[in-house]
């Protein structure tokens, strides 16, 4: 099994970034799949999800600026990050997880300048 995101990198604060996360070795339809961020010395939180009917969940820091979506035939979902702020900058992780099965992915970063 792979989760692999892709897509961070460095934006000015109000600018945009799209993070993918493609996993395989799973039947992906099934999974719950959650992106993360953690910074230095700060638990990891969750900033969406998006369940296997395509049901969505934003923490309240990201609502109505950050779009998780899924294509199921390409085993990926996208988070849309639009008015990036200084304080989403973080590593950025992806979980899939269905039932018992949890795998992550390695993370990728998001750096945001002013």
């Known amino acids: ?33 959650g992106w993360y961020r953690q910074t230095p010395g700060k638990q990891r939180e969750l900033v969406a999800s998006i369940n296997d009917g395509g049901a969505t969940n934003y923490a309240d820091s990201v609502k109505g600026r950050f779009t998780l979506s899924r294509d199921n035939g390409k085993n990926t979902v996208t988070l849309q990050m639009n008015s990036l702020r200084l304080e989403d900058a973080a590593v950025y992780y992806c979980k899939s997880q ?13 750096t945001v300048s002013s």
């Open 1 to 33: 099994v792979q989760v692999v995101e892709s897509g961070g990198g460095l934006v000015q604060a109000g600018g945009s970034l799209r993070l993918s996360c493609t996993a395989s070795g799973i039947l992906f339809s099934r999974y719950t799949v």
């Open 98 to 110: 269905w039932l018992s099965l949890v795998y992550w992915g390695q993370g990728t970063q998001v």
